[in-house]
């Protein structure tokens, strides 16, 4: 096609380099015939009220440098084809409602060298590629599979492998869902108010080669399945 109808607009395919629409009270989808605009190297679609999926065809626009959908209320995943963007250096997807996996492909954009990357405040789900780990920033987990809530935060199952939560004013019990975190090598919650007992699912947690759980307020009986740790060296349940 020569031209591209978006929100009743008509847009050249061959002259179309920038599509700045910020706060113009767009609505209902993104739809996927801008991947048609394949010269645009800056696209602003923010603070509307855009919802549905980012559209693959998104993948087309190999020229941006700019894309900006912050503030709408976007969900599904991130598509994959957004690695295909390489000459991105400005990335904004906060503040909207996307879930499910990061697509490794996002890798290939060069985020360190990159002016901005924000996809903080969705709802995406580790395990998090690891280019972008340090940039994930809040997310809301809470339909996230995979992870495990303890003391209102969200761990990663897979890539929780150190838990230091001593001197944090805890109290009530050690969840039972800390034996979910089977690749825990080192967890630490001494120095807290935490009652009640050992949980027995502290035996799921067999890579523990460090347990602090001293100055709490335990009770009961040490379980036994604490037996099954045989990779502790330090283990301290006591003042």
């Known amino acids: 096609p020569t031209e591209v109808t978006l929100w009743g607009e008509v847009y050249s395919v061959e002259d179309t380099d920038t599509l700045y629409l910020p706060y113009s009270g767009l609505t209902g989808v993104i739809p996927p015939e801008i991947g048609n605009l394949t010269n645009l190297t800056y696209l602003r679609l923010d603070d509307n009220q855009l919802t549905g999926e980012i559209p693959s065809e998104i993948g087309n626009l190999s020229n941006l440098t700019n894309l900006n959908l912050y503030g709408n209320q976007l969900t599904g995943s991130i598509p994959p084809e957004i690695g295909n963007l390489t000459n991105l250096t400005y990335l904004n997807l906060y503040g909207n409602q996307l879930t499910g996996e990061i697509p490794i492909e996002i890798c290939n954009l060069n985020i360190g060298e990159m002016n901005y ?8 789900c580790p395990p998090y590629p690891s280019c972008v780990e340090d940039y994930v920033g809040e997310q809301d987990l809470s339909n996230c599979e995979g992870v495990v809530e303890l003391w209102g935060e969200y761990y990663s199952i897979e890539n929780t492998t150190e838990l230091d939560l001593s001197y944090n004013g805890f109290t009530g019990e050690i969840p039972s869902e800390i034996g979910n975190l089977t690749n825990l090598t080192d967890l630490r919650l001494d120095n807290n108010q935490l009652t009640g007992s050992i949980p027995p699912e502290i035996g799921n947690l067999t890579n523990l080669t460090k347990l602090y759980l001293y100055n709490n307020l335990l009770t009961g009986s040490i379980p036994s399945e ?10 301290r349940l006591g003042i």
């Open 117 to 124: 990357f924000i996809i903080s405040n969705n709802q995406l």
């Open 226 to 235: 604490i037996g099954n740790l045989t990779n502790l060296i330090t283990l």
